[in-house]
């Protein structure tokens, strides 16, 4: 029962440090600008973030990325400063530096965006079969599928009748 009641304390106290030591990492995203989506098409939507500014408002800039100036405003997510712009559509691929001035104090928050052709959003599904070399349990030729039941039927068969056999004593 000690031995249980200290393995339960144990593995309290871990998740507590664990809980603890996650905090200071969660408190540095706060000087940060969040874009999302992080990866954008030309022509689209980009939405930033950011807990920097305690205000709440801020000044952006995506001329990196041929997008200009961009106002940041108060959220209702948590004193979050909010902002939109829109990725030109003469852009071109590559990796843009997205900043944020702050109104109050000048504190300048960057974050990342990168710039692909083609939309990675849409989901490629497979097509065709795996040749792994193994067959399907129905494969496209009907006489094989039923030579192969018959030889399992066979061999379930002869196993019976061996175990049937051994434990009547007659032998093998």
């Keep these: 029962m000690r031995r249980t009641a200290r393995l339960l304390t144990g593995s309290a106290l871990a998740v507590a440090v664990a809980g603890l030591v996650s905090v200071p990492a969660y408190a540095a995203d706060a000087g940060s600008l969040e874009v999302y989506p992080s990866s954008a098409v030309p022509g689209g939507q980009v939405t930033v973030n950011t807990a920097a500014c305690a205000e ?41 530096e997205i900043t944020a001035t702050c109104a109050e104090g000048g504190r300048k928050v960057t974050g990342d965006l990168v710039v692909t052709l083609a939309s990675q959003r849409q989901q490629v599904h497979p097509r065709g079969s795996v040749k792994t070399g193994v067959g399907g349990a129905l494969g496209p030729d009907p006489v094989q599928t039923a030579a192969g039941v018959a030889a399992l039927a066979v061999a379930a068969a002869g196993g019976t009748w061996l175990l049937h056999r051994r434990a009547r004593g007659d032998g093998i």
Aim: glycine letters at 14%.
């Design 56 to 96: 709440g408002t801020a000044a952006g800039d995506a001329s990196a990325v041929g997008a200009g100036a961009f106002t940041l405003a108060p959220s209702t997510h948590e004193q979050d400063a909010i902002g939109q712009f829109r990725v030109p559509s003469s852009a071109q691929p590559g990796t843009y």
